[in-house]
């Protein structure tokens, strides 16, 4: 067992990272144009990884329609709230960071604010908190993501440890992941091999996925960092700041680059399957410049998640975010197996979906004055939700891209 202080993520580079994300939530951001029914047009090409393997690279331009039919839409409809100005305090969130949910329904929300995990029940009734904010074992500091296995063992990312507790909410233990510097974005566990994988920029060797043994030995890290054979500075390349991944039931991995727009699925061993690209995507390279202090940078826009839903199916959340002059826009693209787009679908709302339930249900973070937890269905129709106000063409903004065709707009309501 580790135990004893845990140093604070070494300064320079978690700065970096820091205030790289600083940066995307509060910044000045240029917009997210969504995309409306258009026919796609993937190039496909094939490269080997390290491995070998022959990997598809599918770049997209347009937007997908459902089957050919323009009229599909994606909607989301809750069945249950949590926090917002609920009169129950039991139900308060100060800065929700993550979310997931055990095989009987019930499901936890990290709270880095409240520097605790919060367990609640199918019917959204609270059963327990778990953590507390210090820098001893069990306690947190910089807790950023949370992840079940299949014995109901609670992990918490915090800062570049992970912290294990019992299903009752008792600290087990602690361990380091990699040698990387910043902090863990996204924590998933196979229930099989009981791996543990972490997403965390490690500019030295610049990969960014870190597998884990049962024993919580390192064994070993892929996926490259968005810098890897290119002329880039090793602490510009915080800018990029990684990603984010989920398992899919089979342990493949998805993994999606906060910026510029990319997927890849890699086997639970590592391997490249398949890589996606959005070529009109204005999620694009961050600016970029040097300060007297370090490195400085600026995104438009992001993908802040991504969920694998069932039969292979899996949802990218992309999002530009609200300044005082714009309102938010999160967009969802749907997807097969083999990394078509199927759907594009906006809202003009700040969520992030974190994680779905074995009913395929999602749970958002609802990012307002107020944060909230909702659960939702993803459903697909032609009607819009109750209460939902069409709204107009979204304004153009310039591409960042070389090659981007204009996009037709959608026409978006909200639920």
Request: hydrophobic residues 35%; negative net charge.
């Amino acid at each position: 067992m580790n135990s004893g202080h845990r140093p604070a993520p070494s300064s320079g580079l978690h700065r970096a990272l820091h205030a790289s994300v600083s940066a995307i939530r509060h910044g000045g951001v240029v917009g997210l144009t969504c995309c409306g029914a258009m026919l796609l047009m993937p190039i496909q090409s094939w490269s080997a990884d390290q491995s070998g393997i022959k990997a598809r690279t599918i770049e997209i331009r347009g937007a997908g329609t459902w089957a050919g039919d323009p009229t599909k839409t994606l909607a989301l409809r809750p069945d249950l709230t949590l926090g917002a100005n609920d009169d129950d305090t039991s139900d308060f969130f100060a800065r929700p960071a993550d979310i997931v949910a055990d095989a009987h329904f019930n499901f936890f929300v990290l709270d880095n604010g409240l520097y605790c995990v919060k367990q609640f029940d199918p019917n959204g009734r609270q059963i327990r908190t778990i953590g507390r904010r210090g820098p001893g074992p069990g306690e947190l500091e910089y807790p950023t993501a949370i992840a079940l296995d299949d014995i109901g063992r609670v992990y918490v990312a915090d800062g570049l440890f992970v912290e294990v507790f019992d299903s009752t909410g008792i600290f087990l233990d602690q361990w380091h992941i990699a040698s990387s510097d910043g902090f863990i974005h996204s924590l998933e566990i196979d229930p099989t091999t009981r791996w543990t994988y972490a997403t965390c920029l490690d500019i030295l060797e610049q990969t960014i996925i870190h597998v884990s043994g049962p024993d919580h030995e390192n064994i070993f890290s892929f996926c490259d960092s968005w810098g890897k054979s290119r002329d880039i500075d090793l602490l510009a390349e915080g800018a990029f700041g990684g990603g984010k991944i989920d398992l899919a039931d089979d342990g493949s991995v998805y993994f999606t680059q906060l910026t510029p727009y990319e997927i890849r699925k890699f086997s639970a061993a590592g391997d490249l399957l398949w890589t996606v690209r959005r070529m009109d995507s204005p999620v694009t390279r961050p600016e970029i410049w040097s300060t007297p202090t370090g490195v400085s940078m600026r995104a438009a826009a992001l993908s802040s998640d991504i969920v694998a839903l069932k039969n292979g199916r899996f949802l990218n959340v992309a999002k530009r975010l609200p300044d005082k002059d714009e309102e938010p826009l999160t967009v969802l693209d749907l997807y097969d197996v083999n990394g078509e787009l199927l759907l594009t679908q906006s809202w003009a709302r700040d969520f992030d979906v974190k994680t779905r339930d074995s009913r395929d249900r999602l749970y958002l973070i609802e990012l307002d004055e107020y944060p909230a937890i909702t659960r939702n269905q993803l459903i697909l129709t032609t009607d819009p939700m109750p209460g939902s106000q069409p709204r107009g063409e979204y304004e153009r903004f310039p591409q960042k891209e070389e090659g981007g065709a204009p996009l037709r707009p959608l026409h978006p309501g909200r639920y």
